[in-house]
T-cell receptor, first 114, second 117 residues
């Protein structure tokens, strides 16, 4: 079985500051990794994914994440955030040899302040 | 192209009543999933349909929950009778057979918020 831990439930940050949202996972098999974002009153939207290849993955809206196998982490970063990035962010994993079932972390609420 | 749509967006019922949530997946998507987020905790898998067949229902909490997908199009999730702990947001997601299996990307609806009083 796998699990996902998002260490911060809330992250307040000022506009134009950098941000890192942390995600650690545990799994005994290879996994695929995802970050989803939920803006207020909207559904979950895929931000980026790691399937294989380069460990640095770039997503939409200037976000990127780095897969670190030795630390079993997939932290999400953005060098300069905007007010419109205020949302809840979810890290998720899927087993490489399983169906499409995703295991989610508890979510991190990013609050960008002016 | 329309995304995944869910109805109702919010339902408030009393303990013991019945509620039915509906999900319309993206047209052509054979995979349909139900997830639930209870009280700000993690989003948890409930079940997975491939067309009209239940592929995996290991996440269904108990027999008060019944999911159907007759005809392999839209799906319903019925809770009968509802209990206080059923309150939360119920998400539906869909994907195509091949695309979903390769990339794991699911397309989510906005969720149905259920409040049981």
């Amino acid at each position: 079985a796998q699990s996902v831990t998002q260490l911060d439930s809330q992250v307040p940050v000022f506009e134009e500051a950098p941000v890192e949202l942390r995600c650690n996972y545990s799994s005994s098999v290879s996994v695929y990794l995802f970050w989803y974002v939920q803006y207020p009153n909207q559904g979950l939207q895929l931000l980026l994914k790691y399937l294989s290849g380069s460990t640095l993955v770039k997503g939409i809206n200037g976000f990127e994440a780095e897969f670190n196998k030795s630390q079993t982490s997939f932290h999400l970063r953005k060098p300069s955030v905007h007010i419109c990035d205020t949302a809840e962010y979810f890290c998720a994993v899927r087993r490489g040899n399983a169906g499409n079932m995703l295991t989610f972390g508890g979510g991190t609420r990013l609050m960008v302040k002016p | 192209e329309a995304g995944v749509t869910q109805f109702p967006s919010h339902s408030v019922i009393e303990k013991g009543q019945t509620v039915t949530l509906r999900c319309d997946p993206i047209s052509g998507h054979d995979n349909l999933y139900w997830y639930r987020r209870v009280m700000g905790k993690e989003i948890k898998f409930l079940l997975h349909f491939v067309k009209e067949s239940k592929q995996d229902e290991s996440g269904m909490p108990n027999n008060r929950f019944l999911a159907e997908r007759t005809g392999g199009t839209y799906s319903t999730l019925k809770v009968q009778p509802a209990e206080l702990e059923d309150s939360g947001v119920y998400f539906c997601a869909s994907s195509q057979i091949r695309q979903g299996a390769r990339t794991g990307e699911l397309f989510f609806g906005e969720g149905s918020r259920l409040t049981v009083l």
